[in-house]
């Protein structure tokens, strides 16, 4: 199409590309940690989970603070701190050998982790042409996805054949190519800050964008039923290698991810949204309700399909109800939006499954989302279309 706006440049393609690597490092660990301390160290189930938890606790400390420094300093080199201090940290699991090291070190990482995260979406925000901003999220965000279905296959088997330390030297590996991959992204220059803006909630929280977030709450709920629960569901109901069922949410998502943005950047936002909202819901009603392996990968391969299509349009409603001045702070409302969700889903979501069953459970999880298909087509609708600056 004439003047049709480069998305593959140099700078996208390298922002990608480190991406992907910081994920696979991210996600070389997230499986085998609850396995490493269970094996190796016999900590109890209960006890893992307070392990896991002390790293969304972080994030949800830290991401409104990224989202301010984002937006006062230089970008580049926030990314640079944050990304190099994560990678660092994963030192400290050659010497995790109790669950308080490994709850104090799961914080710490959680910290810098927010502080990457958030800077490198920015980042790469300011380098995608703002005609195709939502596609360009979706390509920028499918490296994640792909990471997310690779690396937990490859660190299970990397943990059987070699052990935990081995898997750590992958992810340090991972980690500093990510690194140098980062050095050679040319971030657009940014008009200079006559003087540093004074502390405020806003700076912290995009608060024209609260119903927005409300939204997005129901919606993570389910992100974090699934994160937490979808394994031992399989399980339950006689699916032995449940864990097939990342592999085919992951190939849902990235199917629908590499597409969805381009109709978000057509205009048609409100339709993707919709569209998105109602395929979770139908997603887990399939998966509440039917048992089999291929119920089961296929209700997997559907709520892939909305996620993914939600994922890009979701976000740039909140990048377009935000000047270029608070971007960050858009980033780190959408990225809170899903820490706080999630780590809701995560303890209602065992409270439910536990008094109800998992069956119940995602069952009302499909509630939820159709509460937030409602909520979304006569409020949050409204709420973009009045405060959108772009």
Not at 49 to 70: E, H, M, T
Not at 207 to 214: E, M, N, R, T, V
Not at 257 to 277: C, E, N, P, Q
Request: proline share 4%.
């Amino acid at each position: 199409m004439p003047g049709k706006e480069k998305l593959w440049n140099q700078n996208f393609i390298i922002a990608c590309i480190a991406n992907f690597l910081v994920a696979c490092s991210f996600n070389l660990l997230m499986p085998t940690i609850p396995i490493y301390l269970s094996e190796e160290l016999g900590v109890p189930a209960s006890r893992i989970g307070i392990a896991l938890s002390s790293y969304a606790i972080a994030l949800l400390l830290i991401r409104p603070f990224c989202g301010y420094w984002v937006d006062v300093y230089s970008r580049k080199p926030l990314f640079m701190l944050g990304l190099t201090l994560f990678i660092a940290t994963f030192f400290g699991y050659y010497f995790a050998f109790t669950v308080l090291f490994f709850v104090i070190l799961r914080f710490i990482h959680g910290l810098f982790w927010g502080l990457a995260t958030v800077s490198s979406n920015t980042v790469a925000i300011d380098i995608i042409p703002a005609s195709r901003r939502a596609e360009g999220i979706g390509f920028f965000g499918v490296n994640t996805n792909i990471a997310m279905a690779i690396a937990p296959f490859v660190a299970v088997n990397i943990y059987d054949a070699y052990g935990f330390h081995f898997l750590i030297s992958c992810a340090l590996f991972m980690g500093f190519l990510s690194i140098l991959v980062v050095i050679f992204i040319k971030v657009p220059p940014r008009k200079k800050l006559d003087e540093i803006p004074p502390l405020s909630l806003d700076r912290f929280f995009l608060l024209k964008g609260f119903p927005i977030f409300i939204n997005q709450l129901f919606l993570s709920f389910g992100w974090g039923t699934l994160i937490a629960f979808a394994v031992l569901y399989g399980k339950e109901t006689g699916i032995h290698n449940s864990g097939v069922f990342f592999l085919f949410l992951a190939g849902g998502i990235i199917l629908s991810r590499v597409t969805s943005g381009r109709f978000v950047d057509k205009g048609y936002l409100h339709k993707v949204m919709i569209t998105a909202l109602f395929v979770i819901a139908l997603g887990f009603v399939c998966f509440a309700v039917f048992h089999s392996i291929y119920a089961f990968c296929a209700s997997a391969f559907i709520i892939g399909i909305g996620y993914g299509t939600l994922f890009p349009a979701l976000q740039t409603i909140y990048i377009n109800m935000a000047p270029s001045s608070k971007r960050g702070t858009a980033n780190s409302t959408y990225l809170t939006g899903f820490d706080l969700g999630i780590g809701i889903g995560m303890l209602l979501g065992a409270y439910l499954g536990d008094l109800y069953g998992f069956s119940n459970m995602y069952l009302l999880t499909a509630v939820a989302c159709t509460i937030s298909l409602i909520y979304y087509w006569f409020i949050s609708r409204g709420v973009f279309e009045k405060n959108r600056v772009r």
